[in-house]
């Protein structure tokens, strides 16, 4: 598959599309796959950059505006959404319509304010998502389409692999990520996804249509618009499918409908969110990674994998054909609560075999609902023989995950296994559960103030609770965060200027109570109403450590270059060693610059700060930067009567 933007020729492909006969491990080289089109807000995909290096701050002339924007980045591989009718009346893909098309659809594309934004006949501009009542921000999306497009039936592991390239190579000019995706096979590259995306703190959902986008009935339309809705301005770090109004969590999805509008379900776990007349996310059901690590991708799966569905008086020799090398890892789909026919010594005798051969062998029940438990004699014996318990894992959850964890070849057998029972991504219901004294406390205050509807106490809750995080973290006090938690709190909530405990913490300056936040999933994504990140607050503190946590964490600086310049000149005309050193940690370029072109070098040269001038030099590139008069930092120190600086600076010098 190669990949196009916004609809564009560009056949800079991967060379990773056709991969049915490789039983080797999918390994892609980690590239930037295709050149990114919002450059007049992004700078290009990085490759893997030293921290140095890597800045994510937007470049070119934004527009100064009141109006707050997401970005997300749209993938389009192909089905039934972008199809149209061929010639001998079938469905099939048509490459380069989509964004054409969307163009001209008032209610997908704000034609008026991207011309405001990017300028009149900017035909590689984003798209602009209309105005949304209720929802905080603006979408801007950009389009990739991938060559060729597919009916999900046809796609592979490599295609898994290739998305998840995708979205790692961009996750820091983005605010979420839409899939477009066949409905066949869509639960399948979810569930994968959610595995190979590790650490994730940005939403990614994965949507398409039963119907083309194109037909005047049709459930595309719905769908995509909800899902940019969600993926810009609801960060939910999971990978999800958005199909007839619900948002799902992928790895817990079946299709369930070949011509129901309403083709998914998750049937051990309710949806996260419905969308009505508004967005009701149910914060509490949200699985976030809980530990102090920085996303990444793991490309690497094994494609030795397989569903094996017992059925009544199935043969020894399929059974056994079956389980044969090269096999390494086996859904086997069993009756009821995971019952095998326990009369039937061949085909136990024939798992036994293939377990002490290394297969990981893993139980999952036929049934779509419910769990494998160890209560009957006819599911007692597969335990026996050393057949690992799905628990309530549906068999797509299941078989992506063996090929995930199979292809983790630093992880010996027994922590494959461990990590076939452990839940990962809320693929599986841990049977150790916590019950949580849910809500004992905002009912008590419900009692007193005679509210009673499910809806008065979660809208009770969702006041109370952030106040109180807040307080308890103002007052450095985790028993009382543990202990709000558990009545039912959600850590990651946010007040009325959508700060979270997070971006208190970190104005605080309380490193143990940030990494207590991160450990239980606080996102350090959220931004508040003035488009604030906990890790602004963090170098706005100048607290390293705290700098040093996020960023381990997978923070990134958010904002325009110009911006950054400002403030880089700002600490540099202070005197403000310690502030650039915070910009430093943070991952910023510290030669960028102001709206006149002044870098802080220009800045510290002027005013003589030759600790600070010391200090930047090993970080810059380019020491001859001119300012827009034409000047250079060396100049500056010239002007500024600073004799030493300007002998540090001296090009002449620099070139001897
Ligand atoms: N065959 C199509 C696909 O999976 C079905 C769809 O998208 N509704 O690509």
Known sequence: MSSNENGSANANGNGNG???????????????SSQCSLEKVIPPSPTLQSPAMRRNVSEGNLIAQDVKEARVRVIYTGGTIGMMRNDRNVLAPIPNALVRIIRKYPNIHDEEYAERRFGAGASMAPLVLPYVQGEARRVLYQVTEYTPLLDSSNMTMHDWARIANDIYQSYEFFDGFVVLHGTDTLSYTASALSFMLENLGKTVIITGSQLPIFETRTDGKDNFTSALIIAGNYVIPEVCIFFGNKLLRGNRT????????DAFNSPNVPPLAHIGINVNVDYRLIFRPCSVERF???????????????????????????????????????????????????????????????????????????????IYHTGKVL??????????????????????????????????????????????????????EDYDLVDAVARSLHLSSPQELDQLGATLF????????????????????????????SNHDHRTALHLACQMGNLQIVRHLLHNGVSVHIRDRYDRTPLQEAVSTDNHEIIQLLISCGAHLTGSSRAVGEQLCAAASRGSLRRLQSYQLAGTDLSLSDPSGRTALHVAALHGFEELIHYMLPYMENTDKK??????????????????????????????
């Not at 079946?254 to 509008?261: A, C, D, E, G, P």
Request: net charge neutral; charged share 20%; glycine share 8%.
């Open 254 to 261: 079946v299709k369930v409908s070949s011509n129901s509008l």
């Open 18 to 32: 056709n991969g049915n006969e490789c039983s080797a491990p999918i390994s892609l080289p980690l590239k930037v």
């Open 627 to 656: 300012d827009m008069l034409g000047l250079t930092a060396y100049d500056y120190a010239l002007r500024g009567s600073h004799a030493s600086i300007a002998d540090l600076l001296n090009p002449a010098k620099k070139n001897e």
């Open 466 to 493: 952030p106040a109180m995080i807040n307080a308890a973290v103002a007052e450095g006090d985790i028993k009382k965060i543990n202990n709000l938690k558990a009545y039912g709190a959600d850590l990651s909530g």
């Open 383 to 436: 335990f026996d023989v050393g057949v690992i318990p799905g628990y309530d894992m549906t068999p797509e959850a299941a078989l992506s995950k063996l090929a995930y964890v199979i292809g983790k070849e630093e992880w010996p057998l027994e922590v494959k296994k461990q990590m076939m029972q452990s839940n990962l991504r809320g693929e599986l219901t841990s049977t150790a559960a916590l019950k949580m």
């Open 296 to 374: 990444c991708v793991h490309l690497q799966l094994d494609e030795n994998v397989g569903l094996l569905r017992i059925f009544p008086s199935i043969s020894l020799s399929t059974f056994r054909a079956f389980l044969a090398p090269p096999m390494r890892g086996v859904v086997l789909q069993s009756f009821g609560s995971g019952n095998v026919p326990s009369n039937r010594k061949d085909l136990i005798d024939e798992l036994k075999t293939a377990s002490e051969r290394g297969v990981i062998i893993i139980n999952c029940t036929q049934c779509p609902n419910g769990s494998v438990a160890e």
